[in-house]
């Protein structure tokens, strides 16, 4: 993945959504997947360094071309002004035969149903824990050995009521 050059937080974050705008144009997933994650990471510092929480540079980019480029920036202002982000993702979620659209359509569903939460970046993540080079399962089944337990398919922990035509 080519670097991407800049020399401040808000330009790293547009420089960083405008090349996911493009991978996503050009469905190099690989690609758009990377920038995600630098995005995450731009979104952060945004919003850590710059006084108003990034609330001025988001509401600036609503407008941008580029439709991931405003839908990210819409949903970073959520906390802010969440009637202009809004706003914004209904103007999105009308563009037809639009990733970006459905996009839109989908954080608005999912806004309204109350499972959006979009400072989910700004939360602390746990970090792994455990032995290097080690899956969860792996060190699952090793204390589950150790302690004696044994371990119960996963159907046998489902409580899944029979089909009615049985």
């Given at each position: 993945?080519?670097?991407?050059?800049?020399?401040?937080?808000?330009?790293?974050?547009?420089?960083?959504?405008?090349?996911?705008?493009?991978?996503?144009?050009?469905?190099?997933?690989?690609?758009?997947?990377?920038?995600?994650?630098?995005?995450?990471g731009a979104t952060r510092k945004v919003r850590?360094?710059?006084?108003?929480?990034?609330?001025?540079?988001?509401?600036?980019?609503?407008?941008?071309?580029?439709?991931?480029?405003?839908?990210?920036?819409?949903?970073?202002?959520i906390p802010f002004n969440p009637k202009l982000a809004r706003e914004t993702y209904e103007r999105l979620a009308k563009v037809e035969d639009s990733e970006a659209g459905v996009f839109a359509e989908t954080t608005l569903k999912e806004w309204k149903a109350g499972r959006l939460d979009p400072d989910w970046l700004m939360k602390e993540r746990p970090l792994p824990v455990?032995?290097?080079?080690?899956?969860?399962?792996?060190?699952?089944?090793?204390?589950?050995?150790?302690?004696?337990?044994?371990?119960?398919?996963l159907w046998e922990h489902l409580q899944v009521p029979p089909h009615p035509n049985t």
């Open positions: 993945m080519e670097k991407i050059a800049s020399s401040t937080d808000e330009e790293d974050y547009l420089a960083t959504a405008v090349a996911f705008h493009k991978a996503r144009e050009q469905y190099n997933h690989k690609r758009s997947n990377k920038l995600y994650d630098k995005l995450y850590i360094h710059s006084s108003d929480g990034g609330k001025a540079f988001f509401e600036s980019l609503l407008d941008h071309p580029m439709s991931y480029v405003a839908s990210a920036a819409a949903f970073n202002l455990g032995l290097p080079g080690r899956s969860t399962f792996h060190k699952t089944e090793m204390a589950l050995a150790q302690s004696g337990l044994k371990a119960r398919p």
